[in-house]
């Protein structure tokens, strides 16, 4: 294989056998059970390891490791003197490793998220709780033993000397809206809901 080969052709000239200085032997497990003996310079690196086992095996994808002390060598450029084997013979195990597999991209349909106004119509309970919630308010603003709610307008008290709306009628004219007899009469309709009575007169002088 050209993989073979090309590590094969990276590896440095073995160390001579007479020559034991700055040397270490490492005996070289693969994972077929059959073993490799080589002399490595002190100096060569890890990476140096990792070829001569890729040019006996053909292996992609591997790691160097020691089972007693167990010890992980990875792949690096870090000299075997410093990766920890100090000079004497020592076994070395070939671990395969399982190349990741590609995840496939999920193909995401795009989704329309645009909400049509026009077309959205609020639940039932929605519509039952604001006509609730409409009513609590003028309860509030009309009934003189409820506490005032905040934010809202302070309880108008109904007159006792025969002008039954006259503290709404000065409401309403200090508002603008002075025409009396109409005033009256739609205090009248509201049963003296201030809030709806302006809500009425505002709309009706919007379409006069």
Known sequence: LQRQA???????????????AGVIKL?????DGSQHARRFAASDSVATLYDFV????????????????????PLSTLP????????????VFVEPCKAPTAVPDQAVNDVDMQVDDAAWVPADAWGHARARWETIQDEALFTPDVMPVHAL???LPTQVDGNKWGAQLH?????????????????????????RVV??????????
């Open 6 to 20: 090309d590590a094969l052709a990276r590896l440095p000239t073995e160390p001579p056998l007479d020559d034991d």
């Open 27 to 31: 005996m070289v497990r693969t994972p």
């Open 54 to 73: 890729t040019s006996i095996t053909g292996l992609a994808s591997f790691l160097m490791a020691t089972n007693y002390p167990r010890r992980v060598i």
């Open 153 to 155: 307008e302070p309880v």
């Open 80 to 91: 075997l003197q410093d990766a920890g084997f100090r000079g004497r013979q020592e076994a």
């Open 199 to 208: 809500n009425y007169l505002s709309e009706l002088a919007v379409e006069t």
């Open 171 to 195: 409401e309403l004219e200090s508002m603008g809206f002075v025409d009396r007899d109409l005033n009256v009469q739609i205090l009248e309709k509201y049963q003296g809901r201030l809030l």
